[in-house]
């Protein structure tokens, strides 16, 4: 993976798209098709040759182009009036110490790999977004990063996070943020990266914008 600013804001972007879709499920009860099938593709597909290619394309991105921007802004209102999701920046904090950990665990690596593995095969059967893929991926997340810790304390209407349905399509996606930061790992994005080019990225993430 080529060190430079377009691959870091695809998989910012990516994070910031999964994590939208987390606050989606956890607020709403569903969840955007498109986006949803995009953040789990993409942690199924080992064709891809590029950063983009693991998306799609950039417009399978485009949420996730928008949340980073405002939310990488300094500003607390969004154009649309809403108010900046604090949320969303703290799951994309959090996940990011997880997958340093993760990176430090080659064992439960593995086993995360393993799983990713058994799930492919699945698709054989079953479409991406079919629900023995999502509870397939969100078992992974469950029995091998969130052990790790610190778990992920995700917010909501508490009737939306106690239906397992739900439960397991925010445990998938946060499975693929892992993956995105796993992305932004190998693009040599870091914590300086994300402070000291802050500006950069989000410059970046509006020409992205621009060419859709």
């Known amino acids: 993976m080529e060190s430079n600013t377009q691959n870091r804001t695809i998989a910012l972007a990516a994070?910031?798209?999964?994590?939208?879709?987390v606050s989606q499920i956890a607020n709403t009860g569903s969840v955007d098709e498109?986006?949803?099938?995009t953040c789990i593709n993409s942690v199924l597909n080992d064709d891809a040759d590029t950063a983009e290619g693991l998306y799609g394309s950039l417009k399978n991105l485009?949420?996730?182009?928008?949340?980073?921007?405002?939310?990488?802004?300094?500003?607390?209102?969004?154009?649309?009036?809403k108010p900046k999701d604090m949320e969303a920046t703290?799951?994309?904090l959090g996940l990011l110490h997880l997958e340093k950990k993760l990176h430090k665990n080659p064992e439960v690596f593995e086993q995360v790999l393993d799983g990713i593995k058994d799930t492919q095969k699945k698709l054989e059967f079953f479409d991406i977004g079919h629900e023995n893929i999502t509870a397939s991926l969100a078992d992974i997340y469950a029995n091998t990063i969130s052990?790790?810790?610190?778990k992920i304390m995700v917010k909501g209407e508490?009737?939306?996070l106690a239906n397992?349905?739900?439960?397991s399509k925010i445990r998938a996606l946060l499975l693929a943020v892992i993956r995105a930061e796993l992305l932004w790992r190998q693009a040599v994005g870091n914590r300086w990266k994300?402070?000291?080019?802050?500006?950069k990225l989000q410059k970046q993430a509006d020409v992205f914008l621009i060419q859709l």
């Open 15 to 21: 994070v910031f798209q999964c994590v939208d879709g």
């Open 34 to 37: 498109t986006l949803f099938n």
């Open 62 to 81: 485009k949420t996730g182009l928008t949340s980073m921007m405002y939310q990488l802004g300094s500003g607390q209102i969004t154009p649309d009036g």
């Open 90 to 92: 703290r799951y994309a």
């Open 147 to 150: 052990n790790i810790g610190p």
């Open 158 to 160: 508490q009737t939306h």
């Open 164 to 167: 397992p349905g739900n439960a």
């Open 194 to 199: 994300l402070l000291l080019e802050r500006s």
